[in-house]
T-cell receptor, first 115, second 112 residues
Framework: DAGVIQSPRHEVTEMGQEVTLRCKPI?????LFWYRQTMMRGLELLIYFNNNVPIDDSGMPEDRFSAKMPNASFSTLKIQPSEPRDSAVYFC?????????????FGNGTRLTVT | GEDVEQSLFLSVREGDSSVINCTYTDSSSTYLYWYKQEPGAGLQLLTYIFSNMDMKQDQRLTVLLNKKDKHLSLRIADTQTGDSAIYFCAETSMNRDDKIIFGKGTRLHILP
């Protein structure tokens, strides 16, 4: 199993540009989570999906952030327009809810720098 | 709302035991987890404990849970340089649709 795959690993962009982060969850996992990690705030849950349907997006900081999951094997997190304070590491994670004590499987993250 | 707290930094000499502490607020927590994050990588589950247990041991790792005080600890025996990482405490509750709450992470620094 390849695990959760995120791309790109690093993204550097200028303020005002659109940024799209991508995630491929583990096959068969029915929950997908997007987290943001910063030193000051730790890991913040932005949004999560169950069977491709967004369940809770209360962690999405602003309307500039949007996430989609068009099918069970792909999700995107988009920031438009990006701002320097969006600089962080963004993690995608997935889980199989049939195994209640199954751990969250994390991707290696996308390090976003907005200048 | 629910919260998980842990200290941000811990320094330990190589060969000593490391003890990382965590407190949480949700009394209905069902599973509690310790995740390890190495530089440039995602979080990897180290161990977990069900809320009706008070101790779990796995090789060099010992997890202690005091449910009354809502306190969780992770002890790493004979700490090695490879243990240098960020350790995240996390918990989940069946009352919260499987949403997992994470602490901010404890950065474990190994002294020579």
């Amino acid at each position: 199993d390849a695990g959760v795959i995120q791309s790109p690993r690093h993204e550097v962009t200028e303020m005002g540009q659109e940024v799209t982060l991508r995630c491929k969850p583990i096959s068969g996992h029915d929950y997908l989570f997007w987290y943001r990690q910063t030193m000051m705030r730790g890991l913040e849950l932005l949004i999560y999906f169950n069977n491709n349907v967004p369940i809770d997006d209360s962690g999405m900081p602003e309307d500039r952030f949007s996430a989609k999951m068009p099918n069970a094997s792909f999700s995107t997190l988009k920031i438009q327009p990006s701002e320097p304070r969006d600089s962080a590491v963004y993690f995608c994670a997935s889980i199989d809810s049939d195994s209640y004590n199954s751990p969250l499987h994390f991707g290696n993250g996308t390090r976003l720098t907005v200048t | 709302g629910e919260d998980v707290e842990q200290s941000l930094f811990l320094s330990v000499r190589e060969g000593d035991s490391s003890v990382i502490n965590c407190t949480y607020t949700d009394s209905s927590s069902t599973y509690l987890y310790w995740y390890k994050q190495e530089p440039g990588a995602g979080l990897q589950l180290l161990t977990y404990i069900f809320s009706n247990m008070d101790m779990k041991q796995d090789q060099r790792l010992t997890v202690l849970l005091n449910k009354k005080d809502k306190h969780l600890s992770l002890r790493i025996a004979d700490t090695q340089t490879g243990d240098s990482a960020i350790y995240f405490c996390a918990e989940t509750s069946m009352n919260r649709d499987d949403k997992i709450i994470f602490g901010k992470g404890t950065r474990l620094h190994i002294l020579p």
